[in-house]
């Protein structure tokens, strides 16, 4: 029960972060693929730079383990999301953002969104044992991670992760890559 | 305090505030139930439990069985609590689109691009949603579940797919945008 409520909560700051960098508006999510807005990439990769930061100090620490790595299969983690990109590009939104927009009381996210999901996962569901094992059974890294496939140190790994993507976000901002939008 | 209650009133903030909360979340996650955040598996959960009421014998498979199974799990609380917060989050902003006109097409440039008609949008979107379903249950999770989650552990499955999910949205909108690219 209790891993219910806190699980609650922290779906209640991840929708209200979601609603906070605009990620659940149609333009925010396409404008980063036509680069007239780098809002998603910057939220992505901050998201990223003190997450990976803050566990891996956590877990030096012997504060905490980690669950179950999502598991490295090349072709399929590549192929889905090429595919899924199709689908952000489309709807503006991912299962995430939808959620966050239905609540905002977005028609166009609570209804073609969450039916669109729906049948999607039937889909998924009634052919995954023509379609799934195949693909994940290429190149399968299991549950791996970067410091160990590469033997290379983690905090080696998030520094470098860290600069790359600070000189990111000075390109962006400061010396202005990004297109200007057109058609506004 | 007054800064922050202003802050928090601005319908849009800075993208690095938002993603740092994000990241925060993410290690909450690991360190107060020892999980990852995810979105796309909720949907399977919830498709498998109307799939069991409707028509019993065809979700009686491997996947809705075993892998997804069915029912209230806590992915599906989880994105309750999107929900929850994404309505807190326009809430605070007075942006909430419930019962107001134009939440059934809810994006200027989408009109000003494609045109004022609903149904398009709605096809479109449920299209797109369809693909994103079935293109997280190849990749083995979404933005959330992958990307996210996956990234911060540093798993290479996640730089995988948002390598493929970057390029093939590029292409895409230069597909759909055209001249308006």
Known sequence: MANYIITLVLGIFFGFSLNKAGLTKYHKIVNVFRFTDMAVLKFMMTALVVSMSGLYALRGLGLVTFPNVPATYIVGNLVGGLIFGVGMALSGYCPGTCAAGAGEGKMDYLIPGVLGFLTGAVLFGLTYQQVFPPINAIANYGNAIIPELWNVSAFLFITMFTLMSLLLFYLIDRVGWQRKDSHQ | ?181
Do not use: H
């Not at chain 2, 399977?44 to 069991?52: Q, S, V, W, Y």
């Open chain 2, 1 to 181: 305090m007054k800064f922050i209650l202003n802050y928090i009133r601005r319908e849009e903030w800075s993208p690095y505030v938002a993603g740092a909360l994000l990241g925060l979340v993410g290690i909450g996650a690991v360190w107060a139930s020892n999980n990852l955040l995810g979105a796309s598996g909720a949907f399977e959960n919830l498709a498998g439990m109307f799939g069991k009421w409707i028509a019993p014998a065809v979700f009686d498979n491997m996947y809705f069985n075993f892998i997804m199974p069915p029912g209230i799990t806590i992915g599906v609380v989880l994105i309750i609590g999107i929900f929850f917060g994404g309505m807190i989050g326009a809430a605070t902003s007075g942006t909430l689109m419930w019962f107001k006109k134009g939440s059934a097409n809810s994006d200027a440039q989408w009109k000003r691009i494609f045109g004022p008609q609903t149904w398009k949008r709605w096809v479109l979107a449920f299209v797109g949603a369809v693909i994103l379903e079935y293109a997280a249950g190849i990749a083995g999770g979404c933005t959330s579940g992958l990307a996210i989650s996956g990234g911060m552990l540093l798993a290479p499955s996640a730089f995988l797919f948002i390598a493929g999910m970057f390029a093939s949205g590029i292409v895409t909108a230069l597909v759909i945008y055209r001249n308006r690219y």
